[in-house]
């Protein structure tokens, strides 16, 4: 059964494919930090950069990840007053909450967006091979770029058809 029978569109795809990505710099960090663990106590000797790789990546991850708990709304939240709400007051503080979150991420990326353009003009590199830095905070600006995106998606699908939201997982209770 193609996408389209299943009822989801490019945005649905587009979704997949930031989840995808972020599952993929997860991996490429995993695999550098177990093999330059693996290469200084067997043999001593560390791959060049590898500090510094492993910690732009881990950015990226981040940065991506937040696209996909975004919109996903997979995030940690505190819902004492949501519970006992009705249901049109919960669909008004999910609204609002969208927004709110919506403004703090397109800061958030505007200030981002400044760190990379001023970080490309300082030419700032790595410490072992001097690989622009830039490159790795572009790449990061691009998930954060995609979180602001997605809660656009979002916010705009629990105006319009909050049907179309995919529902959280059950809240783990804490006692």
């Known amino acids: 059964m193609d996408d389209v029978a299943r009822g989801r569109g490019p945005v649905d795809r587009f979704i997949d494919t930031i989840e995808v990505t972020a599952a993929g710099f997860l991996a490429v960090v995993t695999l550098l930090t177990f093999v330059s663990v693996i290469l200084r106590y067997f043999f ?9 790789f492993t910690r732009q990546l881990l950015g990226i991850l981040i940065f991506w990840g937040i696209a996909v708990a975004s919109y996903r709304g997979d995030h940690i939240c505190v819902d004492l007053l949501w519970t006992a709400a009705p249901a049109w007051a919960r669909r008004a503080m999910d609204v609002f909450a969208a927004l709110v979150t919506l403004v703090a991420m397109a800061t958030f990326t505007w200030m981002f967006t400044i760190k990379v353009i001023g970080t490309r003009a300082d030419n700032v590199g790595t410490f ?3 690989q622009p830095v830039w490159i790795y905070y572009l790449i990061a600006w691009i998930g954060l ?12 699908r629990l105006v319009l058809s909050p049907e179309k939201i995919a529902p ?3 809240p783990q209770m804490i006692e």
């Open 44 to 52: 001593t000797w560390a791959i060049p950069d590898s500090y510094d």
């Open 128 to 130: 072992d091979l001097r």
């Open 145 to 156: 770029a995609s979180a602001v995106l997605l809660l656009v998606v979002r916010t705009g």
């Open 168 to 170: 959280a997982r059950d």
